[in-house]
């Protein structure tokens, strides 16, 4: 038997999650407010908030699991990518803790970990499968020949998906994260209301910088028409915008799986909870006759159930770290 003690703490969110034999028994994210007031994660606020959470975190990861921290096997631990300050409150801990009760450490990249989140639930994706990995600061296709075998086939040569989601709330007004209260507001608009442009980027890249620039000013120019056309318009707003970012990652799958003709999909990262996302997935699935693997909501977001399932797998390798290792903000598979 293997237990896994899974931390996460890349951004703004600080988990952690014991996983046993491939199944996990808690999953406890403890979110922070702060950044609210400022329209953004502040780096430097994050990582001091990380430090009053990640104690308590582990705590009730460990309680809700119903072990000791003595039954625990190995410590998996995010070690990039991520901002900087925040991963390295992380790493300390995992390797602190790892080194006062003598160990192992395993070290889980964050896009890895969002992928093989796909492996938590009874039904599980077979080799080889296309993950479309869409968060705040990344945008990916992957191709996924093995758990640890991954190369990335096509991604964002600029912003991020949900950086288009994020940065489009705010031209709107909404609060951060403004991404989910797009898709609210969505879900009682037209779709058709409005068309935005596609970029044109060759191959299976994305861009999303474009849009954010044609959204800004589509904006600008109908409130100098109508000063209330945000209040009136915004569901058709929302829903207009939402299907032209989702359509712009289905296309790009679309030709993805052609071209490696591959008919297993998976979706993973924030993005991934966005409901115009999966359901237009679940339609194309249908017409294309795709296999589909959309993850639960709790896997979609940063957690540390996805670094502690990824740990199993690398501990089952017995590939495990030293306590020289130090976090990388960047990171490649």
């Known amino acids: 038997m293997a237990i896994i003690l899974g931390i996460e ?3 703004d969110d600080t988990a952690a999650a014991v996983c ?10 403890a979110n922070q407010s702060v950044h609210q007031n400022y329209g953004g994660v502040v780096p430097e606020l994050a990582s001091r908030v990380h430090q009053q959470n990640i104690v308590p975190a582990v705590q009730e990861a460990i309680a809700l699991a119903k072990i ?11 070690r990039g990518p991520g901002l900087l300050g925040s991963l390295l409150v992380g790493t300390s801990f995992a390797k602190a803790f790892a080194l006062a009760n003598d160990l192992p450490l395993i070290e889980v990249n964050h896009m890895q970990g969002h992928i093989l989140s ?5 039904s599980k994706p077979s080799f080889p499968f296309l993950c479309l990995t869409v968060s705040g600061g990344h945008t990916q296709i992957v191709l996924v020949k093995d758990y640890f075998d991954m190369q990335i086939i096509g991604q964002t040569t600029d912003d991020a998906a949900g950086e288009a989601f994020d940065k489009t709330a705010k031209i709107l007004g909404f609060p951060y994260p403004g991404g989910p209260l797009i898709d609210k507001y969505a879900r009682g608009g037209n779709p058709d209301a409005y068309r935005f442009p596609e970029p044109q980027i060759p191959g299976l890249n994305f861009s ?15 409130l100098k028409l109508d000063p209330h056309f945000l209040q009136t318009n915004m569901n058709d707003i929302c829903a207009s915008v939402q299907k032209r970012i989702v359509t712009i990652l289905i296309n790009k799958l679309k ?24 359901d237009i997935l679940t339609n194309t699935a249908i ?12 896997y979609c977001t940063d957690n ?8 199993y797998y690398k501990f089952l390798k017995k590939d495990f770290s030293g306590q020289d290792i130090a976090p990388l903000a960047r990171m490649q598979f």
């Open 208 to 222: 999303f910088s474009g849009l954010k620039t044609s959204i800004m000013y589509f904006v600008r120019d109908q």
């Open 68 to 78: 000791h921290k003595n039954d625990i096997d190995a410590v998996a631990f995010t």
């Open 255 to 278: 030709k993805a799986s052609i071209e490696y003709n591959i008919k297993t999909i998976a979706i993973a990262g924030g993005v991934s909870a966005n409901s115009g996302l999966r």
């Open 9 to 11: 703490s890349s951004c």
């Open 304 to 311: 540390a159930g996805m670094i502690a399932i990824a740990g």
């Open 20 to 29: 046993i034999d491939g199944k996990i028994l808690s999953n406890v994210i």
């Open 118 to 122: 796909h492996f938590i639930p009874e």
């Open 287 to 298: 017409d294309l006759n795709w296999n589909i693997f959309i993850p639960e909501f709790q």
